[in-house]
């Protein structure tokens, strides 16, 4: 099956142009039910349109700071503001229209391998769809064609209708990618989205995140722990050390020093997807 | 070899399989010393007691297959009561196994209340339902079919949530992710992946049900348990062996069937 996108509602229509969102934290702690830390007093101001990278070491708080963003974890004190919204006080519905308009990509890739690409990347559409639509299995003209759009952007169209178990892991990480990008996010999250990958795909992947930053216009965090990505694909980076910021500034004049900051050790092969 | 491995000394496990084996038998021991709260158990009574039974197995084995006519459309009943059960209690037992699941429900308040349901519904044997719903709906199929459901539910709920507790969920966070409700991520991603536990259950139902609906006969809720009573109490044992060979006969086809079915899930 091919996808024309001159068809009436083309891709203009089922992607209408919006425009990203500022992601702002204040002084943000997270403390969890363990008594562990896993952010300590984080403020961070993310432009629209800006392409960040959180950089540190597994444990220092990059998966914890990306997911206060669109509430999966509910912050202990401080402020996380994401567009209109104050994200702390949000539940419920308000939760829920909130991260609709925040894709996020994960390491694992995180799909229902036994359903099709089509239904993981339909996921995407969920805070566009009222529950009973979903549950009937009517997806409308335009839910469709967001598929369409996203899963031909990625170069996945061709598998819409594969089993998202059958695909490598690179493709899965695109037809992730394509879910977020379906719901047509104000914000893009990324967390750990190449860890699980081979160096080329890496790259791939990485290349396709950038892409959508310039073309789309999206704000975009992405969590990395390897050096050379951070500085080849985004112009901001963020260090986090034990939960705490220790460095904010270009990514790429955060030369090996920097690096050894957030590391809190010397720099290692296994620092760099090159040589690791 | 020229290299000398040095393996790490394998650890000693064998005393606590002793003990595990002897705290086993020591207990197998208690439960049949009537002294010590046990069963009683009269191994003499099996000798005082055999050729009565023998004679009766002994008939059995030179079949009356007079009755053969007569055990047609009770069987065929049996068979639409086991096949109506499964398919109902099918269709109830998937959105139940979600609402059973942790990572489907993550509300413990009503997630406890269905389970809690569940064991009282499990707790209860299936002739007493089958006794109860005869008096309340009368003779016939339609309590056992009620019966079977009830039986089922019980079984596939519990087996198929607990599937959906111990796999990996990572799809349920994507699904938070992009704003979600839960019956929304049940849908379109917890169903699919649920699919093969569910159905291979359901077809582990059917099977159970051709045997426990040849039962339900007996307190009148239909199918071919009332015949079965009828030359047991005539003690026509020779028909008897001829009812119980179609039985064996239907269930061995749908394990054949459901065996096929099943591997076709993977």
């Not at chain 2, 000798?47 to 004679?55: K, L, S, T, V």
């Not at chain 2, 049996?78 to 096949?83: G, K, L, Q, Y």
């Not at chain 2, 309340?136 to 009830?150: E, N, Q, R």
């Amino acid at each position: 099956m091919t996808y024309d996108p001159s068809t009436t509602n083309g891709p203009e229509a089922a992607l209408p142009a919006s425009g990203p969102w500022p992601v702002r934290l204040t002084d943000v702690t997270v403390r969890y039910p363990n008594g562990s830390y896993g952010l300590r007093g984080v403020s961070v101001s993310v432009e629209p349109g800006e392409m960040v990278a959180v950089v540190g070491l597994s444990g220092s708080g990059k998966s914890t700071l990306v997911r206060t963003i669109n509430g999966l974890v509910p912050v202990t004190s401080g402020e996380v503001e994401v567009g209109p919204y104050a994200v702390r006080q949000l539940r419920g519905r308000r939760l829920r229209q909130l991260r609709g308009s925040v894709g996020m990509i994960f390491q694992g890739f995180n799909l229902a391998d036994r359903a099709s690409v089509y239904d993981n990347v339909l996921v995407g559409r969920f805070s566009h769809m009222p529950t009973w639509r979903t549950m009937l299995g009517l997806a409308t003209r335009d839910d469709r064609d967001a598929v369409m759009e996203s899963l031909s952007s990625v170069g996945m169209l061709d598998k819409v209708w594969s089993r998202a178990g059958a695909l490598s892991g690179g493709q899965k990480q695109r037809v992730a990618i394509a879910r977020a990008l379906s719901q047509q996010p104000r914000v893009m999250l990324a967390d750990e989205p190449v860890a699980s990958l081979d160096p080329p795909t890496a790259h791939a992947v990485m290349s396709d995140l950038r892409r959508i930053n310039t073309e789309r216009g999206l704000t975009v965090l992405v969590n990395l722990h390897l050096m050379d990505l951070a500085r080849q694909y985004t112009t901001r980076m963020i260090g986090l050390r034990g939960g705490e910021l220790v460095y904010d500034g270009p990514a790429a004049s955060a030369d090996d020093a920097v690096f050894e900051e957030i590391y809190g050790r010397p720099i290692l092969p296994r620092d760099t997807l090159e040589s690791s | 070899m020229s290299t000398e491995l040095t393996v790490p000394s394998r650890p000693r496990t064998w005393p606590r399989t002793v003990l595990v084996a002897l705290v086993v038998v020591a207990f197998t021991v208690v439960t049949v010393t009537p002294a010590l709260g046990g069963i009683r158990i009269d191994l003499g009574a099996i000798e005082r007691n055999w050729h009565f039974g023998a004679h009766r197995v002994g008939q059995m084995f030179h079949p009356d297959f007079s009755i053969l006519p007569r055990t047609w459309k009770p069987l065929l009943e049996t068979f639409e009561m086991a096949v109506v059960g499964t398919a109902v209690s099918a269709a109830l037992a998937l959105p139940l196994s979600m609402w059973a699941a942790r990572p489907t429900n993550p509300h413990p308040v009503t997630r406890g209340v269905l389970r809690a349901v569940l064991n009282v519904n499990r707790a209860v044997p299936d002739l007493v339902y089958a006794t109860i719903l005869v008096a309340m709906i009368g003779v016939g199929a339609l309590p056992g079919i009620v019966t079977l459901v009830l039986f089922d539910l019980g079984v596939v709920v519990k087996l198929v949530s607990e599937a959906v507790d111990s796999a990996d969920a990572s799809y349920m966070e994507a699904g938070q992710a992009a704003g979600g409700t839960q019956s929304q991520i049940n849908r379109l991603t917890a169903a699919p992946q649920t699919w093969p536990a569910y159905a291979s259950q359901v077809l582990y139902s059917l099977e159970l049900n051709v045997r426990i609906s040849a039962v339900l006969g007996l307190v009148g809720a239909g199918g071919i348990g009332r015949l079965i009573d009828e030359v047991r109490g005539f003690y026509r044992y020779g028909a008897l062996a001829v009812i119980i060979g179609e039985i064996l006969i239907v269930v061995i086809l749908i394990e054949i069937v459901s065996n096929v079915l099943r591997k076709r899930l993977r």
